[in-house]
């Protein structure tokens, strides 16, 4: 499922993750009153307990999901690709510095050996 919003990813992401969140707690206090409630003697609203149980693992997993979904892209933007990052900058810093060295020991005749 792809949320279309005219918010960025990380704000869209952030309020996905707000509302998962208030529905975790909505679910929580609904469990909450329905053990005591049962605890009261109270046995027919189980099927409302395995129901708010339910709720609570779905609230769960989505909240889960999101926030995987989040830490995925960031570590994209910042360029961290399967745990590892792409230091680009300074992979051109490198390059260029062996090219001036190259062109260095081009202009005084040749390249050392063991180099």
């Known amino acids: 499922m792809t949320i279309q919003t005219r918010l960025g990813p990380e704000q869209a992401a952030q309020e996905v993750l707000v509302e998962a969140e208030a529905h975790y707690t909505r679910t929580i206090q609904t469990l909450h009153a329905i053990i005591e ?3 009261a003697g109270q046995l027919d609203r189980t099927k409302e307990l395995k129901d708010a149980l339910r709720n609570l693992h779905n609230a769960s997993q989505t909240a889960f999901d999101e926030r995987s979904k989040v ?3 960031l570590r994209a ?3 961290i690709l399967n745990d590892y990052a ?3 900058d300074g992979a051109r810093s ?4 062996r ?3 190259l062109r260095n020991a081009a202009g ?3 390249v050392p050996e063991g180099s």
């Open 37 to 39: 409630d049962v605890k």
């Open 99 to 101: 090219l001036d060295r």
């Open 86 to 88: 792409f230091d680009l």
């Open 108 to 110: 005084a005749g040749g």
């Open 94 to 97: 490198e390059i260029r510095g």
């Open 77 to 79: 933007e910042a360029g």
């Open 71 to 73: 830490e995925k892209r």
